[in-house]
């Protein structure tokens, strides 16, 4: 039997600071990220920076390839504006 939602999530939290584990665990969003669903994510995950910054979905609540990214890396013109 696979694990549970929660399993996967607390799993995922273990590794990152506790802000980002609050929202992990709650299946919802930091402030600043944004949630896109695939296939539009597929365009961010050859990125840099995709692996440090952003985060699988593990709820499924958004089908099941999504991804939270940071709003500055979908629209940068906003952060230099």
């Known amino acids: 039997m696979g694990l549970s939602n929660e399993e996967i999530a607390q ?3 273990d590794d990152c600071d506790d802000g ?3 929202w ?3 299946g919802r969003g ?4 944004r949630m896109v669903e695939w296939p539009f994510c597929q365009k961010y995950m050859d990125e840099e ?4 910054e952003a ?3 593990i709820t499924g609540q958004y089908g099941d390839c999504a991804y939270w990214i940071p709003e500055a890396r979908i629209n940068p013109q906003k ?3």
């Open 11 to 13: 799993m995922m939290a």
């Open 20 to 22: 980002v584990r609050q």
């Open 24 to 26: 992990i665990l709650e």
């Open 30 to 33: 930091p402030n600043g990220y």
């Open 49 to 52: 920076w995709f692996d440090e």
């Open 55 to 57: 985060y699988l979905d």
């Open 79 to 81: 952060e230099t504006a």
